[in-house]
């Protein structure tokens, strides 16, 4: 401490003088400090904070609190201690069977083989999956959730599979998942109700994004699989424990529940109670995003192209559009 005081002893004489000697410093000084403190203080406040930052603060997080955000970031574990507490399947569930009415309810397109397109661009709006690939990853669905009912586990659609639930009436033509999210508190009961189903893995991971898939299935990625996010929460909020999403998947509870349902390939399907209004805060509703990437083939572009919906409106059926 002696040698700090010290040196800010000898310090202050020269910094003194350079102010005497060039008057402007100490302006400039001082108006650097009056921006660093408007930013700091700026930041608080929703309605300064998200004009300063616009360009990189997420659409969810802009109705709360700097502080509410840090404190949520600050405490939310990055993963879960979840390793040693596993059980051991002492029963294999039988494999399950599709719905033979399904199938007929989902989505294929068939027409677009033979349609000519508009734009060039509109081919990065094709299909992304084939029929059987599709029967496959909507069956996984069915199998989980059958399960879910079973053992009273709630879930809901989330990220991409709610905006195709919204916009689609299913899954995103171009999208190749599916997405769900339940409450990071029933980790063990999804862990009870999926992991033991004979051919079929629960592939689990601490950071609470886990896969389900078929054991058969040709590529070592489980191609194609159902996503299960799990989200934490507070009295009036809640937000995806996986670090990566949190900034899409973050609600007030008030706009998710309660619950609703919606139909996603011929299937009744939980989704928050103001699913529009969600979605149209997160995304640009009115405009589609090609994927950057197919799962199947685990190539990826840097690149994804956006044109307005009603563009695709001869490819595909919308809903809920505006314009």
Partial sequence: MASKSKAS????????????????????GSFFVCVLLFFAFGTLLPAVRNVILYPVWPNAWRPIGTLEIL???????NNMLIGSELPVCKNRYPLSRIEPLVEPNINFYPELRTKELKNPEHARFLPAMTNQDKIDAIHLFIVATQAFQKTGIEYFMVEGSLLGTHRHGGMIPWDDDIDITVNVSLWRQVNDALGCIEGYTLKVSSGMHWKFFRNDTSLTSGYPFLDIFFYSENEDKLWAMTSYIMTSLFFTKADVFPLTTAKFEGLEVPVPGRTDSILRTLFDYETCQSSKGH????????????????????????YHLLK
């Fill in 71 to 77: 404190s949520i970031k600050v405490f939310t574990p």
């Fill in 9 to 28: 002893q000898k310090l202050a004489p020269v910094s003194r003088l350079l102010c005497l000697k060039w008057p402007c410093l100490r302006k400039v």
């Fill in 295 to 318: 799962h199947s083939t685990s190539n990826s572009s840097s690149s994804t192209t956006t044109v307005p919906c009603s563009e695709l409106s001869y490819m595909y059926e919308m």
